[in-house]
């Protein structure tokens, strides 16, 4: 399907202008079209944006791995050991239609060193309700942990000296 003319976008949104019982060359109206028309270019600018270069970008940033290293592999390798078996019983919920929100682990870059997430894991469902995939949102909570450490620290400091 080609993509519309900017001209046609613009007398599409003076079609709807007419269609909700205004006129669009009335004034405060005339530059509607244009400012529609923007909205909507930034609103989808991202269906232009190769998804794989995204993901390259997030896996890299935040493991080290490449798009191609994770898409379609097992996420254990982020997985520290330890807790191999506790996310194991995380994604069996997931497959069994939870979603788990909010939940803060540690996970394994490529270069061994840890850092901490907060994750967000849903089912991905297809049109019978069946689950056929799973979706994992990590978002880094290093800089947080860090500061509340620093602040456990602090108050530990703080009362050992207000108890001498």
Do not use: C, H
């Not at 191609?68 to 019983?89: C, H, K, W, Y």
């Not at 019978?128 to 995939?133: N, P, Y």
Request: aromatic share 6%; net charge negative.
């Amino acid at each position: 399907m080609a993509r519309p003319s900017e001209e046609e976008a613009l007398e599409a949104v003076k079609t709807l202008i007419r269609w909700a019982g205004d006129d669009p060359r009335r004034e405060g109206l005339r530059e509607t079209p244009k400012r529609v028309a923007r909205a909507f270019e930034e609103l989808f600018a991202g269906y232009r944006e190769d998804p794989a270069k995204i993901l390259d970008r997030v896996f890299e940033d935040a493991a080290g791995y490449s798009a191609a290293e994770m898409v379609g592999s097992s996420f254990d390798r982020l997985v520290p050991i330890e807790e191999r078996e506790t996310a194991q019983n995380r994604l069996q919920s997931v497959e069994d239609g939870q979603t788990l929100r909010g939940i803060e682990v540690e996970r394994l870059r490529k270069d061994g060193s840890r850092v901490d997430v907060a994750l967000t894991i849903s089912p991905i469902f297809d049109a019978s309700r069946k689950v056929v995939g799973i979706s994992a949102v990590a978002r880094d909570i290093s800089e947080r942990r860090l500061t509340e450490r620093a602040l456990a620290e602090s108050e530990a400091k703080f009362r050992a000296v207000a108890e001498t």
